[in-house]
């Protein structure tokens, strides 16, 4: 179909804040990646799709600098990942497991700030913004495990921004979720991404929640032949922002797209 493109470069020629460049991975005798290249414009959310064990989570394990790459390079800001980052930030799926139960929601929070060395009550105003930009102001003092899951995820992405993060990893964030809680956190995401400038590299299962919030998707293919790039597809996604929960799926353009993933994925990347 004419919009799935075999191409891995930013669509709006965005200056590049991250990149893989020919990057080839082996976990054993096993090819988790091969000849992988794209690159991650700023201000630019990407989404990552592909059947499982294709190697999305390997994607930002990568950018973290928690595994090196076996061939090729990937490149922050032009200079090869080595290590971690204060300009990386993580939200994993589990939010269970991401917070320390025994803190506060600000507490929660405010590991950003001291991590910086900021002294809490320099940081103390700022994780009340934070909290109020996520809905939270009003559970500032209550500890995780009296609050829902989407409560949860909200201070785990509170928490990510605190760092104020040029790229922001987030792995399948709403997979756990009902689909209202998952649609509302979907828009509070595209919200702060787009008051902050940050950009996204973004993991899911979900072939409309990647069209829904993506300006790319990258379709992966499952154990790449030693001639084959890990690389499917690249979507380019030309929906209107801000998006709408219900004018956006119904566009024409978001129904095509639609199709085209649904077909790569019932076909495994071939």
């Not at 592909?50 to 930002?60: A, N, V, Y």
């Not at 929640?209 to 597809?233: C, F, N, V």
């Amino acid at each position: 179909m004419s919009i799935a493109l075999n191409i891995a470069t930013n669509s709006d020629h965005a200056p590049v804040l991250a990149s893989f460049a020919d990057v080839g991975l082996n976990f054993g005798s096993r090819r988790i990646l091969n000849r992988l290249s794209f690159e991650i414009g700023q201000r630019e959310l990407v989404c990552v799709i592909g059947p499982s064990g294709c190697g999305k989570t390997t994607l930002l394990r990568l950018l973290t600098g928690l595994i090196l790459p076996s061939e090729g390079q990937v490149l922050r800001k032009g200079a090869p990942v080595d290590g971690a980052s204060r300009d990386v930030a993580l939200v994993f799926q589990d939010y269970g497991k991401a917070l320390l139960p025994w803190r506060t929601v600000a507490g929660n929070v405010g590991l950003a700030f001291e991590a910086q060395g900021i002294p809490r009550k320099q940081s103390r105003s700022r994780i009340d913004a934070l909290l109020q930009r996520v809905g939270l102001a009003e559970h500032a003092e209550k500890f995780p495990g009296q609050l829902s899951g989407g409560m949860q995820q909200r201070v785990q992405i509170a928490r990510a921004f605190a760092q104020e993060p040029a790229l922001l990893l987030m792995d399948e964030p709403f997979g756990a979720l009902d689909a209202m809680t998952r649609q509302g956190l979907q828009d509070e995401m595209l919200r702060l991404v787009a008051e902050t400038g940050t950009s996204v590299l973004f993991i899911t299962h979900d072939l409309e929640e990647a069209i829904y919030l993506g300006d790319r998707i990258t379709a992966l293919r499952a154990s790449p032949g030693p001639d084959q790039p890990s690389i499917a597809h690249m979507f380019d996604v030309k929906l209107p922002r801000p998006r709408s929960q219900l004018a956006t799926r119904e566009d024409p353009h978001f129904l095509e797209l639609r199709r085209a993933a649904f077909e790569f994925i019932e076909g495994a990347g071939s």
